[in-house]
């Protein structure tokens, strides 16, 4: 019998785990992160902040780069972490790089009450992503309004999009549930009472309405509002690991915002040993060929216990 959640008792999480699992994520340095590279997935730290995010920038810049009429080209990303995203409308006017033949794939946005939310929405991704780089881009180099999307409601045309043009990167933060986009883990009821998805069940599923784990409502709370949870909707839409899989790259950035230094080692420790478990999402990517996890050393922090 699995242990229970020791913060969600109704949910799978990755307190879930054996304990010599995150025992042994805990006591990981710096350095042994940067051992745990293997073919298929690659660790690297940057040194300063302005390296990291202009690394991130670079990814978009790289990926459209390569895109032309008969092949275009896009990237998946996030509206977290977001000081990429100036670096990115600036490196596209500096380079006068023309979008047209490129694609853009939101990870995420807000469902509310069943239904999709607007740009006026104060938590809107769409709109973090319009302000962020979308607009800040010269007009006449902004890639067609038609090859932007994001997920909602109905994510028919979002699915569909994913065949439009070759996804070379997705790209995205951790949350604190170990989730990558809104890939939380299930609840523990019906079927998954007792044991959490297999990763083969879990790697079916396609873009789609999430409810949230508690973990990741309080995070957006925290990160989005000061706070205020009663404002965080519970349910959101979500690329899924369908399409993910459909990307050439995972590139996972961790800058310390979104998640904390036992998080970030745990899942390097998991995905690099191959161990696979749904109650900690991000695992699942173990079994994708080409991911890489980025890292801002001032954000590796340790583990050790300090009261404050």
Not at 41 to 60: M, P, Q, R
Not at 130 to 136: A, E
Not at 250 to 274: A, E
Request: proline share 6%; glycine share 6%; net charge negative.
């Amino acid at each position: 019998m699995r242990p229970l959640s020791t913060i969600a008792s109704d949910w799978w999480d990755y307190t879930t785990l054996d304990r010599e699992i995150l025992n042994d994520a805990s006591k990981l340095t710096a350095k042994d992160l940067e051992s745990l590279s293997r073919p298929g997935f690659a660790v690297k730290i940057y040194d300063t902040v302005e390296d990291f995010y202009l690394a991130e920038a670079l990814e978009y810049v790289t990926t459209w780069m390569k895109a032309t009429e008969e092949q275009p080209t896009g990237i998946c990303g996030p509206a977290g972490p977001v000081e990429q995203m100036p670096l990115i409308a600036r490196l596209v006017n500096e380079l006068d790089l023309n979008l047209r033949h490129c694609y853009f794939w939101g990870m995420d946005e807000w469902v509310v009450n069943g239904r999709d939310v607007g740009i006026d929405y104060p938590y809107s991704f769409r709109k973090v992503n319009v302000d962020g780089w979308i607009n800040r881009i010269r007009p006449e180099l902004r890639m067609p309004d038609n090859q932007i999307f994001f997920p909602s409601s109905d994510n028919r045309e979002y699915i569909d999009s994913w065949n439009l043009a070759r996804c070379l990167v997705i790209q995205g933060g951790q949350g604190e549930v170990k989730h990558w986009a809104f890939n939380d883990p299930v609840k523990r009821e019906g079927k998954y009472k007792d044991t959490p998805p297999s990763a083969e069940e879990y790697r079916q599923l396609t873009t789609r309405i999430v409810e949230l784990h508690p973990i990741t409502i309080m995070q957006n709370a925290r990160t989005s509002g000061g706070g205020t949870v009663q404002n965080i909707s519970p349910v959101a839409a979500s690329v899924g690991p369908v399409e993910t899989w459909k990307a050439e790259k995972v590139s996972i950035w961790h800058g310390g915002m979104h998640d904390n230094p036992f998080g970030m080692r745990l899942t390097t420790l998991m995905i690099s040993k191959h161990i696979v478990d749904t109650s900690t999402p991000m695992s699942v990517l173990a079994d994708h060929p080409n991911v890489q996890f980025n890292f801002l050393r001032g954000a590796i922090g340790t583990c050790d216990a300090a009261v404050r």
